[in-house]
């Protein structure tokens, strides 16, 4: 493992984490997105202006991470405008916002990969036609330099060997289950795959299912799934899933039939999972969990790495970004519950608590 990953820190609840990551299981460089380089050597002196582009916008999640860019963005005095743009699930006008901000001679533009490889044509006329172009989140299969500027993305084979080797550690021995999203979806794909690894590690935990349980990322739909599971299958010891939406809707399939909620480990954590969570702490009937989240950070990090290759400065941070430990049961680090926001807050934003709740009072 090169010297990137060495100096990644992990916050609070890193002990356990640490033993659990190691040192050797991956073969690219990753970062924990609380552990962010300083813009300041990026940001050149040539006036610019800033686009972000969602494909689908209007959630909280979506809300933050441009709070985010812009309080990035204040850090840069030569950055003149941060603009906005919602698609509404709209690939033409996803392309059609681009086209739009290229043309009036915006100096950067970052977007949210919500059509994955689809939009790559939009995204290499930007870059020709001279604009920075930083789509972020999805790993893109085109080229850097080539069809976009730069495409920082979340890791989700290196946070499904986290969720495996913390649930060996966490049980030592038990059957588990891995929740994903659509049929077929890429990302969940990629983390089980990420998840199989880390459990090989554990011979003693045994995978019910060697395919993702399909949950459509719907809180409804999983829980009916996970109410299936649970009558197919006499013993559950450990549930991971790539949507806190989805791992809270296995708690309460459990919680409606009964039986005790087992240790679940999931990414993209919300605060009414969060506060649903403490209340358990507070009656003394809380499960194992671990939550990795602070997503919203993201667009940081693309913003950084369009200065750096706007400004012809090589990008100090890699392109692998992982979700951070929010909250470990097992090292005694509890999730953070605010009940005056709104259920779908990611309270681990890079935000300052006083601008996340100014954000929401909004």
């Known amino acids: 493992m090169t010297s990137i990953y060495k100096r990644t820190a992990f916050g609070a609840g890193s002990i356990l984490l640490a033993s659990v990551v190691g040192t050797a299981a991956f073969a690219d460089d990753f970062v924990f997105v609380n552990n962010q380089g300083d813009i300041t050597p990026l940001c050149g002196t040539e006036p610019i202006r800033v686009a972000l582009i969602d494909g689908y916008g209007g959630n909280a999640w979506r809300t933050t991470a441009l709070a985010e860019l812009r309080d990035e963005a204040s850090k840069c005095a030569n950055i003149t405008e941060v603009t906005y743009a919602d698609a509404g699930g709209d690939i033409a006008a996803y392309n059609a916002a681009i086209n739009g901000f290229v043309a009036q001679g915006y100096e950067m533009i970052i977007t949210f990969t919500d059509f994955g490889d689809a939009a790559i044509p939009a995204y290499r006329a930007a870059h020709m036609a001279g604009t920075t172009m930083v789509p972020y989140f999805s790993d893109l299969s085109g080229t850097v330099g080539v069809d976009y500027d730069a495409n920082p993305y979340e890791d989700a084979y290196q946070a499904g060997t986290i969720f495996g080797r913390w649930v060996g550690q966490a049980i030592g021995s038990g059957n588990t289950l891995f929740l994903g999203g659509l049929a077929g979806s890429a990302s969940s794909v990629t983390f089980l795959e990420g998840y199989k690894n880390g459990l090989s590690e554990y011979p003693d935990v045994h995978l019910l299912d060697d395919n993702f349980i399909v949950t459509n990322w719907n809180p409804a739909d999983a829980q009916r ?106 090292e005694g680090l509890n999730p953070r519950c605010d009940p005056s926001m709104p259920p779908d807050a990611d309270l681990a934003s890079s935000l300052p608590i006083d601008q996340l709740r100014a954000l929401f009072a909004q």
């Open 225 to 330: 799934a996970v109410a299936g599971l649970i009558a197919t299958y006499p013993q559950i010891d450990a549930i991971a899933t790539d949507y806190g939406v989805t791992s809270l809707a296995a708690v309460r399939a459990f919680e409606a039939a009964g039986l005790p909620v087992p240790a679940m480990a999931f990414i993209a954590t919300n605060n009414e999972y969060s506060c649903h969570y403490m209340d358990a702490v507070a009656a003394g009937n809380a499960w194992p969990q671990l939550a990795l989240s602070g997503t919203t950070a993201d667009v940081r990090f693309a913003l950084r790495a369009g200065l750096a290759a706007r400004n012809g400065m090589e990008n100090p941070e890699p392109r692998a970004l992982v979700a951070f430990p929010f909250a470990n049961s097992v």
